[in-house]
């Protein structure tokens, strides 16, 4: 059985690290096995760079460009294998996860079914010969994390070194793209600087975006409560009214039977008039139960 590793990933951006992870797949299942994949989506913040852009940087790094893949969905079968010489009826897939990940991903934690059966990911067995092909499973395989440095200090995250990059001037720049791709090229640097220069003021937009974002949703929520408050109001109205409009009218009955009247009709107008009360009361609970949520 043949087995294509694939590498997916969000890259923003793609470095040393990465790289390192890239060839220990390679080692181990050969170039023609390993693929890099990632999605197209973007945002200023967090994802900033297009997947050309993250390609670019792959390709600076040493990863042929045949080897990396745009997805739409990174951990999916049928995203990627059009795109890959595997037969899903023979070979298997392993799709590689970080340490990290896979300690901290919710999607990562549980491998079955609200029904019971088990999910396509599943953890790679130990056991090998229990691997089974890409159409039944795709595997689920640990990468070592790949320790590198920039500008002196360990890589922890890939946002601190998105905000980094825009507060240092140009040779601390070239420096930091030595240490973060292996060499320098004017195109991803211009990537860079178009992307980054700004992100220290779209996280401070970020933060303002989402503090009104608060305000208005506290805004909405004291209007609710305030619309859900005045409901229960006007249905309490209702039910006194609809209550007194009942009594007058058994009071009314009671004459009607007195005086010989049209007691038939009297009863009919009573049955409509329990019935409003009826609906008036269920409309009162309901907005209660509104105004208590």
Avoid: C
Avoid at 52 to 66: A, N, Q, Y
Avoid at 117 to 139: C, F, M, N, R, W
Avoid at 168 to 191: A, H, Q, Y
Avoid at 201 to 222: C, G, N, P, T, Y
């Amino acid at each position: 059985m043949k087995v294509f590793a694939i590498y997916p990933g969000r890259f923003h951006p793609w470095h040393r690290g990465h790289k390192g992870v890239y060839d220990w797949l390679v080692a181990k299942f050969g170039v023609n096995s390993v693929f890099v994949t990632a999605t197209g989506v973007t945002d200023p913040l967090r994802s900033p760079f297009s997947f050309e852009d993250r390609k670019k940087m792959m390709i600076l790094t040493g990863v042929p460009s045949d080897r990396i893949k745009q997805v739409t969905n990174n951990y999916n079968l049928s995203t990627i294998s059009a795109d890959i010489p595997i037969d899903i009826e023979k070979d298997a897939i392993f799709f590689t996860v970080s340490q990290k990940d896979m300690a901290e991903e919710p999607r990562f934690k549980s491998f079955v079914k609200r029904d019971g059966a088990p999910t396509y990911l599943q953890p790679l067995p130990k056991d090998t010969s229990k691997i089974e092909p890409a159409v039944k499973h795709g595997y689920l395989l640990v990468a070592p994390t790949i320790k590198f440095s920039v500008m002196g200090q360990e890589v922890t995250s890939a946002s601190e070194l998105r905000l980094l990059y825009g507060r240092l001037d140009r040779s601390s720049k070239e420096k930091f793209m030595v240490d973060l791709f292996g060499s320098l090229n004017k195109e991803v640097m211009d990537i860079l600087n178009t992307k980054l220069n700004n992100q220290e003021k779209e996280a401070i937009s970020e933060v303002v975006r989402r503090i009104l974002r608060e305000d208005f949703d506290q805004d909405i929520a004291r209007l609710v409560k305030k619309r859900d408050t005045l409901d229960y109001e006007v249905e309490s109205v209702r039910v006194k009214k609809s209550e007194a409009a009942l009594r007058t009218h058994i009071e009314n009955m009671k004459n009607i039977e007195a005086q010989g009247g049209d007691v038939k009709t009297a009863k009919d107008q009573l049955s409509v008039l329990k019935k409003d009360y009826d609906s008036a009361k269920k409309r009162r609970a309901a907005a209660s139960a509104k105004r208590s949520a």
